[in-house]
């Protein structure tokens, strides 16, 4: 047998496999990682397949997947590319345009598509004026849709006749819903849909006019994939592409922190399954000490014998792995059957990946967390068939262990693509295992002197643990690890959606009011006051565009496709304020003195465009503002919080900057949707004001974050689904040696009652210590992940004391249910065993 070959070695293996899984004693390993893979395949196909399809819902803002826009046509091989891979495609141009009538002329945003527009999304209109709307397509050549303000503003009504340029059209339909109108803050004016057969006819494009043409495309994220790889290249300067998080700060917000958190749950759900491996390949090693001592003497040698249980951990583990990704897959099945009716109506498949990273999972945790068990069945010595006493030598446990934990480092940020969030769980977990796991070490040894004036009962729960302090405390640390995961899931859980929903408060603002003329701005603050209950405050504003950065072209400073780059290329809306608005926190500098000691005049910035800018205090900046030069020097950066429908600006100048220069005003406002013909009579009674509803945007936005906690609330299940399961995997790790301790008991004239409340006792105590390193764990890991994931500011929570009572109730009941064969085993059957 010095020679066995591996064909004969793996069939050893395989009826060894199968002849212990009837004994039972696999039966442990194998529910661990079936539902450690089940858990994480559940997870990572739920949370893919929601993001993707919050995504997809998100798309509806680009009425596409992927969006390329230009100031000028795109080039031909640009849209024959796209096309090459099979990716649906719709042209728009939109221009800003005089709309004339028999009553008057109006200027509106012209949107001239085809008939594949939109590629996502709906479009919807009505037959009149506040009538039902419909879902259908677009205008057919020679008609057009407009908004309901242009109806009102030349006092047209469907069926009446408009020019645009040199066209006649008959305006057809009023058009209630654009999906790409949420997104667009500088639409300001009504808009107009048009078919694209009729643009040239207009004769309004020419060249040198303001135009923005949008090529629109649909398709598999592989195929969008290739097609921006293939033409960003080739991009003009004047040209960029735009996906569902590019084009809405935010959209972009909202699902970047969804996935955060779904990421979060994910490997949370990776930690309780190397903790599962790792209870349970102790006890797999272990149990094989004798078997591996007589294959010894039966000629085996180290590395075969190794090489026996390798195999037939192998085997156990890609048994359990396909089954736990099946029975994983089948679960978000059922999940996303049971929650049709409150989930998009297209979700995508979500692929093999989820499955093959839950398979992974449970492998790299297997090998990894079973190697320093398993290299002691090589070490185990022959002369143990004689002497049961002899231990196999150890080994190197800390380089061992030390590369299961990088592999699993690994694997986890890996299914995140987040080093912090990484970083964070697994850095705060560590760090608390050390420290608190020392500390209970010192808090069981100080027990001893309590067992002398204890009862039987506690004297034999105590003991229990006493006999093996470490192995106590390494049980005690595992089930804080699990109850941490738990309470971390659901603080974050309620705290993240809190956040998320204080952004977006039920009369959070629906509508910006533009172009408030400085004669109308009281007049109009005082009649907006009366139909809104918390309107925001009138900013002044002033078109300019930054020009020199310390007298140097800022076209030189940034670089391409970033925020700096991109605000550059418009002119900004710029304002000037005497105090900080609401929502806006100083980080770098401080906001104006009663006397400017500077000869130029300051500036606040935003913080993000200060550094793609590369400014900071003391810059010297150049604006052209109505063809005029004005200099001014930063004397601030800011935070902004860009989510709260406020007006917000990148640049806030110090008061009497601009004053002298011509203005108009702006802010928002919150006006219930059965208010609609009091907006009307707003828009008559000012018509030089710009009314932009961003209802729709609210609206989806409202949308995604009921995605998001729905998802919250099914991840959190199957968590404590897997946490429950790693704790029974853990009791059983424990069983054998309580089933000798209960027999020996039990045969020595101690009483059922006895033993239960000896391992109430020593259960509680256990779940009680576990609870407080889990709420000791808790804070320092949420404080982590508020500081460096999440961007949230982190305060105590009080409620993580109840913990330990949790601990103390769940850990107990579970222990109790969990080893109560050790009460039912016959004593002397244990004992002739024995």
Not at 85 to 113: C, M, N, P
Request: net charge neutral; charged share 15%.
């Amino acid at each position: 047998m010095n020679h066995l070959p591996f064909t004969r070695l793996l069939s050893l293996a395989s009826r060894q496999l199968l002849r212990d899984a009837r004994a039972g004693e696999l039966r442990v390993l194998f529910f661990a990682l079936l539902i450690a893979v089940a858990a994480s395949t559940a997870i990572g196909y739920f949370s893919t397949r929601l993001n993707d399809g919050m995504l997809l819902r998100a798309t509806e803002f680009l009425a596409a997947d992927l969006r390329l826009t230009g100031s000028s046509p795109s080039a031909p091989e640009q849209i024959s590319n796209g096309k090459q891979l099979g990716l649906e495609h719709a042209q728009l141009v939109e221009f800003s345009s005089v709309v004339a009538s028999d009553a008057g002329i109006q200027l509106a945003s012209v949107k001239a598509a085809d008939s594949a527009y939109p590629l996502r999304g709906q479009l919807k209109s009505a037959a009149a004026l506040y009538d039902t709307e419909q879902v259908g397509p677009g205008p057919q050549p020679g008609e057009a849709w407009a908004e309901a303000r242009l109806f009102v503003a030349l006092n047209l009504k469907p069926g009446d006749s408009i020019e645009v340029g040199a066209k006649t059209l008959r305006l057809s339909r009023v058009l209630t819903f654009l999906p790409d109108e949420a997104g667009d803050f500088y639409s300001l004016t009504p808009h107009l849909l048009m078919h694209l057969d009729d643009l040239d006819a207009t004769g309004v494009v020419q060249p040198g006019s303001r135009v923005r043409y949008q090529e629109l495309w649909r398709g598999d994220s592989e195929a969008l994939t290739q097609y921006r790889q293939s033409i960003t290249p080739t991009l003009a300067p004047n040209q960029r592409l735009e996906d569902a998080k590019d084009g809405n700060r935010q959209v972009g917000n909202a699902l970047g922190r969804a996935e955060r958190y779904l990421n979060l749950a994910s490997l949370a759900a990776v930690l309780l399954a190397g903790v599962a491996v790792a209870l349970s390949a102790a006890r797999f090693a272990a149990k094989r000490f004798d078997a591996s001592a007589l294959l010894r003497c039966l000629g085996l040698s180290r590395k075969q014998a190794l090489g026996l249980f390798s195999l037939q951990l192998a085997l156990l583990g890609i048994t359990a792995s396909l089954a736990g990704a099946l029975l994983g897959w089948l679960a978000q099945l059922t999940l996303f059957s049971l929650l049709q009716d409150l989930l998009p109506a297209q979700i995508p498949p979500g692929g093999l990946w989820p499955a093959l990273a839950g398979m992974a999972t449970g492998l790299v945790a297997l090998a990894g967390f079973a190697l320093p068990p398993l290299a002691a069945l090589g070490r185990v010595p022959p002369l143990r068939v004689l002497r049961r006493d002899l231990l196999p030598v150890p080994v190197s446990s800390w380089l061992v262990y030390g590369a299961a934990l990088l592999a699993l480092g690994l694997i986890m940020w890996r299914l995140s693509l987040d080093l912090q969030l990484t970083l964070a769980l697994l850095g705060g977990g560590l760090v608390t295992a050390l420290l608190l796991g020392g500390l209970l070490l010192l808090g069981l040894q100080s027990l001893r002197r309590l067992l002398a004036g204890a009862s039987l009962p506690w004297r034999l729960g105590l003991g229990q643990l006493l006999r093996h302090p470490l192995a106590a405390a390494g049980q005690s640390l595992a089930f804080g690890l699990i109850i941490l995961a738990m309470a971390l899931i659901a603080l974050l859980r309620g705290e993240l959606l809190d956040t998320w929903q204080d952004q977006l408060p039920e009369q959070a603002p629906n509508h910006f009011a533009l172009n408030i003329l400085p004669a109308e701005k009281e007049a109009f603050s005082t009649r907006l006051s009366q139909l809104s209950p918390h309107p925001a405050p009138l900013f002044p504003v002033v078109p300019g565009r930054l020009v020199m950065i310390n007298g140097e072209p800022v076209r030189q400073i940034v670089s391409k496709e970033s925020q700096g780059e991109r605000a550059i290329r418009r002119d900004l809306s710029l304002t000037w304020a005497a105090d900080l608005p609401a929502d806006n926190t100083l980080i770098a500098g401080s906001w104006w003195d009663e006397v400017n000691t500077s000869e130029l005049p300051g500036v606040s910035v935003e913080s993000e465009l200060a550094q793609s800018l590369q400014l900071k205090l003391g810059d010297r900046l150049s604006f052209s503002v109505g063809g005029l030069n004005r200099d001014a020097v930063v004397n601030s950066l800011r935070e902004v919080d860009w989510n709260n429908f406020q007006p917000n600006f990148y640049m806030i100048f110090q008061p009497g900057t601009l004053q002298d220069l011509p203005v108009t005003y702006l802010t928002s406002f919150y006006l219930p949707p059965q208010y609609e013909k009091q907006l009307v009579e707003l828009s008559r009674a000012f018509p030089a004001v710009t009314l932009l509803q961003v209802e729709a945007l609210l609206a989806q936005l409202r949308s995604i974050l009921a995605q998001v906690t729905l998802a919250i609330e099914f991840v959190l299940l199957f968590v404590l689904a897997a946490g429950l399961a790693v704790l029974f995997a853990g009791l059983q790790s424990t069983l054998d040696e309580r089933i000798r301790q209960g027999a020996l008991l039990r045969a020595l004239g101690a009483e059922r009652k006895l033993l239960i409340t000896a391992r109430r006792a020593e259960f509680g105590l256990l779940g009680a210590s576990s609870g407080l390193l889990a709420a000791v764990g808790c804070e320092l890991i949420s404080f982590l992940l508020y500081r460096f994931a999440f961007d949230l500011n982190w305060q105590p929570h009080p409620w993580l004391l109840l913990l330990p009572l949790i601990g103390a109730l769940l850990v107990g009941g579970a222990g109790v249910l969990g080893t109560r064969r050790a009460l039912n085993v016959s004593p002397l059957t244990v004992l002739r065993e024995g």
